[in-house]
């Protein structure tokens, strides 16, 4: 299972999701290059977060227009696996890969803290490793991850089970007072349509190495690990 | 000169006089420019330099003394860490935002000419009161801010500092940045210009008119014409310097640089003087060469000019194209802008023709001043102060409340939260704690990184103030179970031409180097930051900073503040005096400022640095913080705060309850431990005569206790305690944020 992380000038949690890719998992793991249209033998893709092209104009909106991103594209419309987490949901929402986009924080500040969440939805290549209703810690950091999108869009993405994280309190409880950022239905990360892209802000990997004291994110690459490896043999 | 013009760029009738001598002329105007900006304290340690004498600076873990861009220490396993602090305070007081932005970004091109990848960021800021003053309030979240948003976008992780208050600050805030950063040792690089015809390359962001005589700015007292120096602040771009550190660490992966010399203070030419200076070598430049982003610049302009991101690299000759192509592939230019020479002269070109020529080492030979300090005044009266002086409190439940919540000790999550502090995945302790942790990636070691300070205790005491805060850096280091290694200096002080405050400049940096000694952690960098002043709020606290690295030697040894276990022992090491002269607590309860600083002895002291540090390898203790600001009953308060357990703890001392709860005697450790290992911690400390008394237990009813001699201090909830902690930062800052 070979493991691509895209590169953007001013990426900067590459090398981390680098990192859980290649001690973590111990799986074979490579840089994809922005700049690049060919994106070789990989089997997944990671968007990883930071401040692309220095989040000019607003985050993730030069970067969506790079020769790597159309690649994405198809390499997204033919099956394959990508996860954008912070910069790149933001960059998968600016593709149009992903409904809605993220606004500022309503508290107007960034906003680092561990961060509880609920999984919504077990039931994909990203959330296999869980069960429904767990409450995780992972990171959150970020300036803009306010998510909204139309009421009719959020009504189905709803209805097709499309939300999978929510914040919550410790306890799992999800309220207005359990929102961190403001994001419509304290959404923290959703999935598309087909169930291959996923975009969210908190970081899964750096929940993923015990050391840190967090490892609630290593699920996530695992899920997707499980899948690839049981779509390849068949 | 006809005009005394040199009086206009800041050198004085003797300074003009020497360096006519040693140019053996008088200079053109870029001539006297590049003398005034290398001659001001900011560039040549005019009145610093001859204190530094006393600073220990070597020692079997130290690879690079001062004299870098930064220093460097040895971590084992061929592996090295580089760290050192400077100050931005004048570009704060007047732009807060881009001053503090710019400061980080500054110090992280230092590690980064080293040769280092920047692994962790830190900061120590002072600002006055905020009060009713909005001025304040805006300082401080305009400096959060632009830590904030330069180092998040870096990717470095901001992982600690400190945030201290005093009226002394108010009109001059301190604003004081570190960097920290990692490298194997075959990777160190050099700020050098050697070889003959070498090229001098600049790299990253054009060169404008912003930043022009930052240095001398910096070297002046502030005061409402400097409202004119505006001019003087740079402007931040973290972008850029993002992909100046990406492009950079990947040129030097290639044989192709001699040298590196991040451009800081006075631009391309103390850059450049620097790194010829050190290999004895002239350079020549030429400013059309230079990219720049305004039009019709002047020579000494463009040599001046402090605009950000940029460096300068001495690149072998012939090896140009190879290093623009890398900088090519980061969408940024590489531009040779002249040469290493072989006659000694830093010349400077425009188009070719010479506008300027002086001997290097002159520019170096900045004249140095040894003036002669008095004791400030103030120190007769506050050296008077008796505990007698003060009533003890009725409700002393009500003294801890406000103290858990005063400015100098609540949470500051307000500040951290902003900061992104777990980027690059190494933090195992998180701000807030004594040391941030921080884990080496495929090694079972970890580095703790502190930053401290304490202006008051300074004030009232300098020598034995900055030997405090030396210590105090040395105890949050090992209560984290890291052994001090070395320190960088920031030496704040007010104008050094008034006596007094040269005498606390003196007596400061002498107190500073004996705890250095005693501790064995030399001082491998600092910076210097004179004329803090203002005409309105005079000078600020005589105000050294340290910040510190230490090793953790496997990370089973990583030890937090927090009470682990219901039932656990809570023992304190060291001797409780009743001393409180220089407290929290006659601060903000008795709103003194006055008494004398603890006690200290620096034998007793590093004997017992090292015992807390054993016992933590031996696996013995739960749980370690060091008893510092406000006192043993703060301690133990953050202690339950962080773990949402309970204490009962009882005494057996003959002295006054407020000395025992918050006196702030020096050389305490508060640990706790299971009934097992408290016996045995016990047992060592008496063999090694040191003083350690089980006090109590944790608990699982969520209260603090505490007794002496059978008669109730304190009872509180610990729900109390955390509320005022947690929110005595927004109570300050009137913000519901």
């Known amino acids: 299972m070979n493991w691509g992380v895209l590169l953007f000038p001013g990426s900067n949690c590459a090398e981390d999701c680098f990192h859980v890719i290649d001690k973590v998992l111990g799986k074979p793991v490579t840089y994809l290059w922005h700049k690049d249209t060919d994106l070789g033998d990989v089997d997944a893709i990671i968007i990883p977060g930071g401040f692309s092209y220095g989040d000019h104009l607003r985050p993730g909106a030069i970067a969506h227009l790079s020769p790597a991103m159309s690649a994405v594209k198809e390499f997204a419309e033919k099956g394959g696996l990508v996860i954008g987490i912070c910069n790149g949901f933001q960059i998968l929402t600016e593709a149009r890969m992903l409904p809605g986009s993220l606004l500022q924080n309503r508290g107007l500040k960034f906003l680092c803290q561990d961060q509880t969440l609920k999984v919504d939805n077990i039931e994909t290549p990203f959330t296999s490793e869980y069960k429904t209703d767990d409450v995780l810690v992972f990171p959150i950091a970020h300036n803009e991850g306010n998510y909204y999108a139309k009421p009719e869009t959020i009504a189905e993405m709803e209805q097709n089970g499309q939300v999978l994280f929510r914040y919550c309190n410790p306890e799992g409880e999800i309220s207005d007072v359990t929102n961190p950022n403001g994001s419509i239905n304290n959404i923290a990360g959703i999935i598309n349509r087909t169930g291959n892209v996923v975009g969210m802000m908190p970081h899964p990997e750096r929940s993923s190495d015990n050391v840190l004291g967090l490892s609630d994110g290593k699920g996530v690459f695992i899920s997707m690990l499980k899948y690839l490896e049981a779509n390849k043999q068949n | ?737």
């Open chain 2, 1 to 737: 000169m006809a005009e005394k013009l040199w009086i206009k760029a800041g050198l004085t009738d003797s300074e003009y006089e020497l360096l006519t001598k040693h140019m053996e002329r008088e200079p053109n105007t870029v001539e006297l420019a590049l003398y005034a900006q290398m001659w001001s304290e900011h560039c040549g340690y005019t009145h610093t330099r001859p204190l530094f004498k006393h600073f220990l600076t070597t020692g079997p873990r130290i690879v690079q003394g001062p004299g870098e861009n930064a220093g460097i220490v040895d971590i084992d396993d061929d592996e090295v860490l580089t760290f050192k602090l400077e100050s931005h305070n004048h570009p704060s007081a007047i732009a807060p935002f881009q001053g503090a932005a710019t400061g980080v970004g500054g110090i992280v091109r230092d590690i980064l000419a080293m040769g280092a990848y920047p692994i962790a960021s830190l900061n120590s800021l002072h600002f006055g009161y905020p009060g009713d003053a909005g001025h304040t309030r805006w300082l401080i979240s305009e400096v959060v801010h632009g830590i904030g948003e330069y180092g998040n976008c870096l990717g470095v992780p901001t992982v600690g500092g400190e945030l201290r208050f005093a009226d002394a600050y108010k009109g001059n805030p301190l604003v004081n940045a570190m960097c920290v950063g990692y490298m194997k040792k075959s990777e160190i690089k050099k700020a050098i210009a050697t070889g003959v015809g070498n090229s001098l390359m600049i790299v990253g962001n054009l060169t404008g008119r912003d930043g022009m005589g930052g240095a001398s700015f910096a070297s002046k007292d502030l005061d409402e014409e400097n409202e004119e120096d505006r001019g003087a602040i740079q402007v931040g771009d973290p972008f850029m310097e993002k992909l100046l550190i990406e492009a950079c660490l990947e040129v030097f992966e290639e044989d192709y640089v001699v040298g590196v010399q991040d451009m800081g203070a006075a631009g391309i030419l103390s850059s450049s003087v620097e790194t010829a200076s050190k290999a004895g070598n002239g350079v020549e430049i030429d400013v059309a060469l230079v990219p720049k982003r305004e039009e019709a610049m002047r020579p000494e302009e463009v040599m001046i000019s402090e605009s950000q991101e940029r460096m300068l690299l001495i690149v072998r000759k012939g090896m140009e194209d190879k290093v623009n192509k890398i900088f090519h592939k980061w969408d940024l230019h590489a531009v040779v802008i002249g040469h290493v020479t072989d006659d000694g002269i830093y010349r400077v070109l425009e188009n070719g023709k010479t506008v300027g020529e002086v001997p290097v080492w002159s520019l170096m030979d900045a004249p140095t001043y040894v003036l002669e300090g008095k004791e400030p005044a103030h120190l007769e009266q506050t050296r008077r102060f008796m505990n007698d002086d003060v009533a003890v409190p009725e409700d002393l439940n009500q003294v801890l409340l406000q103290l858990l919540g005063a400015p100098d000790i609540c949470s500051k999550e307000w500040v951290y939260r902003q900061y992104d502090h777990r980027v690059q995945m190494n933090t195992v302790v998180k701000p807030g704690s004594d040391a941030a942790i921080l884990r080496i990636k495929d090694r079972d070691k970890a580095v703790g990184v502190t930053m401290d300070s304490n202006g008051r205790y300074c004030y009232l005491n300098p020598k034995r103030g900055a030997q405090s805060v030396v210590y105090e850096s040395a105890r949050n280091q090992v209560v984290s179970g890291a052994e001090p290694i070395a320190i960088t200096d920031g030496l704040n002080f007010g104008n050094p031409e008034n006596p007094e405050v040269y005498y606390q400049l003196e007596q400061s940096i002498i107190g500073l180097s004996e705890a250095c000694r005693a501790l064995d952690t030399p001082v491998i960098g600092g910076n210097a930051s004179l004329y803090n002043q203002t005409p309105e709020f005079g000078a600020i606290y005589p105000t050294p900073i340290i910040g510190m690295v230490g090793l953790v030697k496997s990370l089973s040894h990583v030890t937090t503040m927090d009470f682990k276990n219901t039932g656990d022992f809570i023992l304190v090491i060291g001797e409780t005096k009743e001393e409180l002269g220089a407290s929290e607590y006659l601060d903000q309860i008795h709103g003194l400022i006055t008494g004398d600083v603890p006690e200290l002895d620096l034998d007793l002291e590093q004997k017992t640095q090292q015992f807390i540090l054993d016992i933590i390898r031996q696996g013995l203790v739960q749980s370690a913080h060091d008893i510092s600001d406000g006192g043993m009953a703060i301690a133990i308060a953050e202690s339950c705060i962080t773990s949402e357990l309970g204490a009962e703890v009882s005494f057996d001392l003959n002295l006054r309850p407020d000395a025992l709860l918050f006196g702030e005697s020096q050389t305490r450790f508060m640990l706790s431990a299971s009934g097992e290992s408290a016996d045995k911690i016990i047992e060592i400390a008496a063999k090694q005569g040191i003083e350690a008394a089980n006090i109590g237990r944790v608990t699982a009813h969520k209260r603090l206790s505490i007794n002496n001699l059978e008669k109730n201090l304190i009872n509180i909830t610990i729900e109390d305690c955390a509320q005022a902690f947690n929110t005595g930062f927004d109570k300050m800052m009137k913000t519901d944020a």
